[in-house]
């Protein structure tokens, strides 16, 4: 049976990751996968409970699994520490680079029930429907940095390996291939050599896949593009740094940060986290939305277990319940019938239960 290892981490994280684990036990009911959910800890809890964000045990256990589900890292208590032992360096930057998980998938589809609660106009970001594929072990985040004197200044060095750049640009082209065929390639390359690096081999990798239609596009115009038309996007590939800003802006398309889930991924091997934090203004309070969490689960039946009709299942589920007009207070609108986590964890549940 494939092991799962849950880290719900902090804040929220405790919350919404046992309603996701939920639903991936509703959805497996008498298939013939089921999956065996074990817990660790990482993060500010795994700093109380043992003095590391990410323990020997996590990380041997995150090593032993078949993916991971990992709630969110972070908060007030831990920012006094040194920045390198915090949770989020410390704990999510370090299993990510451990597990070499170099392809982060962030799907962004607005749900036609929550067209109104985007900050766009309707008629922009009716439908949207793309993917951000963003490298995640490499480039300005993770290359040598420092300090010099006279004069002061600072560095972090932008480096990226051939083969970084081919193995997820490969990706974008065959998620491509199963979407609607369209690639658009973000970089820098009227500045950045790492940028001109990333484009010849883009351009190469393309005479494998002349059924893809490609473009290239310089991350200033994407940032522009997105809010403008963001309909144009299917599959968007990019490096470390351009993908961390992009993805965010990207959420918003979707209505809420609180429905934007991720994959990052080393083959079949994957971790599965909501794209927001860990919401320490309102944890403990269950009302976080754990819609995010709960569709991220659906991903790892996707990629980690090739279930596409459980991830399917649980996606339609998540709309079946919007479309009933429940709502996590952080959607809901006058009128709407608002649920707590737990609650819409059971709302989901009973979803799946009537299909
Ligand atoms: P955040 O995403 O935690 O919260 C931003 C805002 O969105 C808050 O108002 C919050 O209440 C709201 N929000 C987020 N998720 C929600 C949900 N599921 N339901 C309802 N509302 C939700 O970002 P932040 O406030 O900048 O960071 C808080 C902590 O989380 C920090 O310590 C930060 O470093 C950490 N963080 C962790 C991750 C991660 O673990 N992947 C990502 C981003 C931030």
């Known amino acids: 049976m494939p092991n799962v290892l849950v880290l719900p981490g902090d804040g929220i994280g405790k919350e919404i990751t046992p309603e996701a684990v939920k639903v991936l036990e509703a959805v497996l009911k008498g298939r013939s996968t089921s999956l065996n ?9 795994a700093i109380d409970e043992v003095g590391k964000a990410l323990p020997d045990a996590t990380l041997a256990a995150a090593q032993a ?48 029930m929550l067209v109104d609660a985007s900050t766009l106009r309707p008629e922009v970001v009716k439908d949207v429907d793309l993917v951000v594929l963003r490298e995640l072990t490499g480039g300005l985040y993770f290359g040598e940095k420092g300090r010099k004197t006279n004069p002061t200044s600072a560095y972090d060095i932008l480096i990226y390996t051939e083969e970084e750049i081919r193995r997820i640009v490969e990706l974008g082209f065959q998620m491509a291939v199963k979407r609607t065929g369209r690639l658009c390639s973000v970089d820098k390359a009227n500045v950045l050599e790492s940028s001109r690096l990333w484009r010849e081999i883009t ?78 203004d309102i944890a403990g309070k269950n009302i976080a939305n754990p819609l995010a969490t709960i569709l991220s689960g659906a991903l790892m039946l996707r990629y980690s ?28 609108k006058p009128g709407d019938k608002v649920l707590g986590t737990r609650e819409m964890g059971n709302a989901i549940v009973e979803a799946l239960g009537r299909n």
């Open 37 to 45: 959910f074990e817990y660790g800890l990482i993060g500010g809890a």
């Open 65 to 112: 699994a078949d993916a991971i589900l990992l709630g969110a890292v972070g908060g007030p208590k831990w920012e006094i520490l040194p920045a390198q032992e915090r949770p989020e360096l410390g704990g999510l930057l370090k299993i990510r680079k451990a597990l070499s998980l170099y392809a982060n998938i962030r799907p962004v589809k607005m749900s036609p």
């Open 203 to 280: 351009v190469e990798i393309a005479k494998d896949y002349p059924s893809v239609d490609l473009t290239h596009m310089y991350v200033d115009n994407a940032a522009m593009q997105l809010v403008l038309r963001p309909n144009q996007f299917d599959v968007i590939v990019t490096e470390n740094m351009f993908g961390d800003i992009l993805t965010d802006l990207a959420s918003m398309l979707g209505g809420s940060i609180g429905l934007v889930p991720s994959a990052s991924l080393n083959g079949k091997k994957g971790l599965y986290e909501p794209s927001h934090g860990s919401a320490p």
């Open 305 to 332: 277990f090739d279930l596409e009709e459980e991830a399917q299942m649980i996606e339609q589920a998540v709309e079946a319940v919007l479309a009933e007009g429940y709502r996590t207070p952080d959607l809901a």
